[in-house]
Structure formats: C-alpha cells, structure tokens
C-alpha cells in the first residue's frame, strides 16, 4: 500500500496516525457524476448500512438497508432484495458505502494542520484524500482525482459517533 500526505505548512508539520468511525449517523453531500445527492448515511459495521438519498427529487425518498451480502431497496412501501454483488458498478451508494468500508480498518497518517487535519494514499486502487477536523471527526472524503470520471467528493454536513452501547454522541462541525 502507498500512503501520501497532504496538507503540508510552512510551520513545522506533525503527523499522527487515526482512523475513521467505524460506527457512525451523517448527512452527507456527495458530488458524483455532474449530479449532487443529498443523503442519511448510518454505519452499523462493516458492510451493513443504511442509506436514505434525500435530493436530488428524482431519487429523494430511496432507502438503501445493506446487510453484507444483501441489500434491500425500499421505495414508498415497496421493498426489493437482491444480493450486494449486484449493485450496478456506478452506484453512487455502492461507492460511498464500498470506500468508505475499505478505509475504516486503516491507520492513517494524518498531517496537522492549523484548522483541519489531513490525509491522503491509494488504498485497493482507490486513491482518496481525508480532511478531519481538530476532533478527529471526518469532514471531507475525495475519492479519485478530480479529473477522473469516477471522481466524487463526500462532505459531511454533520457526524453523530454511535458508540457499542447504542447512544449517539452529537458532534456538529
């Protein structure tokens, strides 16, 4: 694996090695593919999510449950299962809740910054870019480069932590 770092300043820089929430509740903006979606990202665990696209009106309303290799798709009552190997390969679901389960188990080197914290590196052909705040929670994941035609840009408009026992910690950025 290649790791990198960004976020360098002209002060002395100091790196310290993180890890993303495994367990989490956010809205979410995603820019993906010329289009803006909205959405309630919840992470169980790995691979098991919930996801409801809130905007663009076109998918509003769409309720993604994954459940490792099952994912049901609920729309207004009506309900579809099919197996989590099936998303459609550009799956703006697919990618968030692939990318961010690949990069969960690892450590990062995180570069402080004056009002944020940053990583960057390749993991599993993926390469992403981090922006934490001085909390430790996730702001900004970029996945791609941003000429890339899978690029996408994950902005967190808020970050509630759950931790084991089931209460939520609120954390608003």
Same mark, same amino acid.
């Given at each position: 694996?290649?790791?990198?770092?960004?976020?360098?300043?002209?002060?002395? %820089?100091?790196?310290? @090695? *993180?890890?993303?929430?495994?367990?989490?509740?956010?809205?979410?903006?995603?820019?993906? +593919?010329?289009?803006?979606?909205?959405?309630?990202?919840? /992470?169980?665990?790995?691979?098991?999510?919930? %996801?409801?696209?809130?905007?663009?009106?076109?998918?509003? =309303?769409?309720?993604? !449950?994954?459940?490792?290799?099952?994912?049901?798709?609920?729309? *207004? =009552?009506?309900?579809?299962?099919?197996?989590?190997? *099936?998303?459609?390969?550009?799956?703006? %679901?697919?990618?968030?809740?692939?990318?961010?389960?690949?990069?969960?188990?690892?450590?990062?080197?995180?570069?402080?910054?004056?009002?944020? +914290?940053?990583?960057?590196?390749?993991?599993?052909?993926?390469?992403?870019?981090?922006?934490?705040?001085?909390? =430790?929670?996730?702001?900004?994941?970029?996945? =791609?480069?941003?000429? !890339?035609?899978?690029?996408? /840009?994950?902005?967190?408009? !808020?970050? @509630?932590?759950?931790?084991?026992?089931?209460?939520?910690?609120?954390?608003?950025?």
């Amino acid at each position: 694996m290649v790791m990198g770092l960004s976020g360098c300043s002209l002060g002395s %820089v100091v790196t310290n @090695e *993180k890890s993303l929430p495994t367990s989490f509740s956010a809205t979410a903006e995603v820019d993906f +593919d010329d289009t803006i979606y909205e959405m309630l990202l919840t /992470r169980l665990s790995d691979g098991s999510w919930n %996801v409801e696209l809130t905007s663009p009106a076109i998918v509003s =309303g769409l309720i993604f !449950d994954v459940k490792g290799e099952e994912t049901t798709i609920s729309f *207004k =009552g009506l309900n579809f299962t099919f197996d989590s190997s *099936k998303f459609p390969v550009g799956s703006v %679901v697919s990618l968030v809740t692939k990318s961010f389960d690949k990069l969960v188990p690892l450590e990062l080197n995180v570069t402080e910054g004056e009002e944020s +914290d940053y990583c960057s590196g390749e993991e599993s052909g993926t390469i992403y870019s981090l922006t934490f705040s001085k909390t =430790g929670i996730p702001m900004v994941l970029e996945l =791609g480069e941003s000429d !890339d035609e899978n690029y996408m /840009r994950i902005t967190f408009v !808020d970050f @509630e932590l759950i931790t084991s026992d089931s209460e939520e910690i609120i954390i608003e950025e």
